[in-house]
């Protein structure tokens, strides 16, 4: 079914996918064809940031890691057990051995520092942690450009915020990333990014903080792999000791700030022009084979008059990325 009206809200995964290519953007977001089946990496993020929450509330490894375990929907699978073949290696073993080691590092483990961090909580309220945070875009210019006419047509961008977290006085959005390397490029990915400066803008705007965010600090984690056994592929205990974790601070500027939002008005004049025109071009060459490859790299490949049967057969209908189905601040 053609869609002929912009979508009403936005994030930085859509942003994203629409930077990415433009093509893969109406295909998955507008279209909502994607690949049915097992999302490692979604069921991996959700469970460790449901640990997380817990820790940072309760500082009891017991009670964050049953909040992780609930949150995973393979929770039979014990260490050492075989591994299903549709987990790989975001497995339940993994995610546990990563979160102990998140906890162990940053309060007190061997070799680790004392971590500094404390999730903030305005008074009378409880601390900030897990958030989903909405504004209306008009809201966002009347703050960062109140001498710009606000925008037209309304609309709202959105992000699930990890948490707001204080230190040496100053408030910082936090946000935790696992990655495959923990080298100089981790530390030079997050600025500039559309969504780490996003959460500041809309926490800032949205959570009635009694001052402003500082900036952004980027919890890594590096993820080891998987070895082979005659169980399958399982995650040594032992594997834990090596897992590496770095935090990268990230300041911003209200000049930045500002700027963030102006772009976000452009992208959208942007998109409203493909949605009249039905234009949808595809990247190509980097697009297509990062992270593992474009799901639709073969139907791109293919003649344009086949793209409609080879979505048909290839792809579930109606996957729809939706974050938002919790309750919004």
Not at 58 to 74: F, I, K, N, Y
């Amino acid at each position: 079914m053609p869609i002929t009206t912009t979508p009403d809200k936005i994030d930085a995964t859509t942003l994203g996918n629409y930077h990415k290519c433009r093509r893969y953007h109406h295909w998955h977001h507008n279209l909502g064809w994607a690949r049915a089946g097992y999302q490692g990496p979604l069921v991996h993020g959700k469970a460790f940031h449901a640990g997380l929450a817990r820790w940072y509330e309760s500082h009891s490894l017991d009670e964050a890691l049953s909040d992780l375990r609930a949150a995973w929907p393979h929770s039979a699978v014990t260490l050492g057990d075989p591994i299903p073949v549709e987990i790989d290696h975001y497995a339940l073993p993994r995610c546990e051995a990563l979160f102990k080691g998140y906890v162990a590092y940053w309060n007190g483990g061997p070799g680790a520092a004392q971590d500094p961090l404390s999730a903030y909580a305005p008074p009378g309220r409880q601390p900030l942690l897990e958030h989903i945070i909405e504004c209306p875009i008009a809201t966002l210019v009347q703050r960062y450009l109140p001498d710009e006419p606000p925008p037209t047509s309304p609309w709202t961008y959105f992000g699930i915020v990890d948490m707001i977290a204080e230190l040496d006085g100053q408030l910082y959005i936090v946000d935790h990333k696992t990655c495959s390397e923990m080298g100089d490029s981790f530390s030079r990915k997050w600025k500039p990014d559309i969504q780490m400066l996003g959460y500041v803008v809309l926490a800032e705007t949205m959570l009635g903080l009694d001052r402003p965010i500082t900036g952004a600090l980027i919890n890594g984690a590096k993820m080891t792999k998987f070895v082979g056994g005659a169980k399958g592929m399982v995650f040594p205990p032992e594997k834990a000791a090596n897992i590496e974790y770095r935090r990268v601070p990230i300041f911003y500027t209200q000049a930045e700030k500002a700027q963030w939002v102006r772009d976000r008005l452009e992208e959208r004049r942007e998109l409203e022009w493909h949605y009249e025109t039905s234009v949808w071009p595809a990247a190509g060459r980097d697009a297509c084979s990062s992270y593992g490859g474009c799901q639709f790299r073969d139907v791109c490949a293919s003649s344009p008059g086949d793209w409609a049967l080879h979505l048909a057969s290839e792809f579930e209908p109606d996957q729809h990325w939706n974050p938002l189905g919790v309750e919004r601040i």
